[in-house]
């Protein structure tokens, strides 16, 4: 583990800082213990802010206001609210800066780099990311690393912005060096896992869906038995549609006509998943995860031939998505519905979905959505030739 002064609220020998708040101390000790406790109770987020903004008024010490800061961001992420949590944890950083605290700047930075891919800004978490690996090699020691699990996972959150930005190359280099900082005697398998499942999206990404397919299953496994938190169960439900659309891409590259027994083996692989995607997302509340299953159940039945309104289900995907503003979201949509017309031997209106699906991720940092309609209108170019 790092050291970190973010890792307790107060310390004796902070006591002999002139500029030390005992009143500080307090709050930030209740704050410290409201966080831990959202762990499990989520409106503890509200009574955190509440303490950290009760201190921000006070005199107090740099490192003091650095852990007011740093909880005053954890509690506005807790509270879904990134773009004010993650202005308060630039906050803590220029603190962390200036002490220097490089262990809770590497901290911070990672905070910030999470916080920003989840709200899709890829660029920004590359930059984070970036800064939070530097000083990670920086406190190497003879090149061992500082924090293993949170080197690995800086690497792997790097990968994964990157894989969004459409930059696979260095995605793929990311990941090496992660696989190099494990060895026979790492046994976190989460964290083995998510590099996996990582490397299965390159290799989809690439045209290579059976292969994919064998490093996403198992990872995934890993991920549904490890799930406890809310958050978790939510992101089995996405991974489980991505597990379902691997196996579905299998099945679209096999005739039915000629081969129906293997196009049914690799339905038969997806079926589980799908179901999975579908009741996990529903029990989590995850809406955007029920529109993900809802396009993946419409791809299924496409496949499978089951006589069902897709275009329609589809259709109230992308009209969520727009109302949302989920970019993401509404380029797989876009794509899922250039699919189902290419199914129905629509070929001009599956074009234009493509066409649809590119101008949606143009200028934004999910170009990664675009790839599949990309290789479709190429497919459809070099037919024409």
Known sequence: MLDSSLHVHDTPDEERDPHHNPAVAYLLGRAYSCLRRALYL????????????????????????????YVRGSALLGLDQDRPGIIALNEAIQFAAELPDPGAYAELTYLAATASARSFSYQAATEYGMMTYGILRFLAKDQVSADIDLEINVLVGLASSEFMLARYDRAEQHLLLARQLTSSSFHNSRTIASIAWMQSLLYRWRGQPEVALRYAL???????????????LSAVGRLSCVATDIALDLAQTVPAENSPTARASYLTIAS???????????????????????LAQSRYDGLARRTSDRIQIIESVIQKAEQQHEIALLAQAYTALGQEYSLQGERELALNCYRRTLDTVAGTDTLAMGAFAWRNLLLAREMDE
């Open 272 to 294: 589980p998943y799908l179901k999975r995607a579908l009741l996990t997302s529903q029990q989590s509340h995850d809406d955007t995860g029920v529109s993900l299953a809802l």
């Open 42 to 69: 989520t409106t503890s987020y509200d009574e955190a802010h509440a303490f950290a903004d009760s201190c921000l008024s006070l005199p107090m010490s740099t490192r003091q206001r650095m852990r007011a800061h």
């Open 218 to 232: 198992p990872a995934l496994d890993v991920y549904i038995h490890s799930a406890e938190s809310p958050s978790a």
